[in-house]
């Protein structure tokens, strides 16, 4: 597996907002436009990763966005963003699909990321209870891109005895720091958190996965600009 790692940094552009309905409808009129599996996926409701197998994708990384949106049942955790910054759309604007790490903290916040692409989410520690009814969601999501398999898990904790072949590729979350290494042949990527790096209430970073050719180029990329509001610190249990 050759695997390439770059950084970068965003700033937020002209706001560009997009309606979700409106993009499939657009889809449907202009079918030959766009990434493969957007327009598969937009023009479906949902689908079962573990069946995809496609030849070449780009991949939005996300992790512990911690966003409480109001009137949403929330998660237990105490660290709490007001929203999510529109610098992370931004990033991840034409990935074909985007893997969130977990500690989402409200749903609302997958809807938010999938006018952008298609999203899937792995539990995290800290969500809320009704995640498991969402069907993006699950305790592990295996992918197959061209060969090479990618495991998404909010602590990326493979075991050395699982019964299962090790996966090329470990998508996990968090720490909230951003991490791209190698070990024992296998690519562990950790996009850090957009919302609290480090534990910090400031801009942090996502990632990009990009897979061609038997080749994984991953890029950590670094929001720049203002977070809007003011993070909370709540005990208010659901």
């Not at 670094?222 to 005990?235: M, V, W, Y």
Request: proline letters at 6%; one cysteine or more; a neutral charge.
């Amino acid at each position: 597996m050759f695997v390439t790692h770059a950084t970068r940094t965003i700033g937020l552009r002209k706001k560009r907002y997009w309606n979700a309905p409106k993009e499939k409808e657009r889809l449907r009129r202009r079918p030959q436009n766009g990434p493969a599996l957007f327009r598969l996926v937009y023009l479906t409701e949902r689908f079962d990763a573990s069946r995809m197998s496609v030849d070449k994708m780009l991949i939005g990384l996300v992790s512990d966005t911690h966003v409480r949106n109001p009137g949403s049942r929330a998660s237990l955790g105490q660290l709490v963003a007001p929203e999510l910054p529109p610098q992370v759309t931004e990033a991840l604007r034409g990935v074909d699909l985007i893997l969130h790490c977990g500690d989402i903290y409200t749903l609302p916040i997958l809807d938010e990321l999938e006018t952008v692409a298609p999203v899937l989410v792995s539990e995290g520690d800290d969500d809320p209870f009704e995640i498991v009814n969402d069907k993006r969601a699950k305790h592990e999501h295996f992918i197959t891109v061209e060969g090479m398999t990618i495991w998404l898990s909010h602590y990326g904790l493979w075991s050395n005895s699982s019964q299962k072949e090790p996966p090329d590729i470990i998508v996990y979350g968090h720490s909230h720091r951003s991490a791209v290494e190698n070990h024992n042949n296998t690519l562990r990527i950790n996009p850090g958190s957009p919302t609290f790096p480090r534990y910090r209430h400031t801009l942090g970073t996502v990632a990009l996965l990009n897979i061609k050719s038997g080749k994984a180029e991953v890029e950590i990329v670094q929001l720049e600009g203002k977070i809007g509001g003011a993070a909370t610190s709540t005990s208010d249990r659901y």
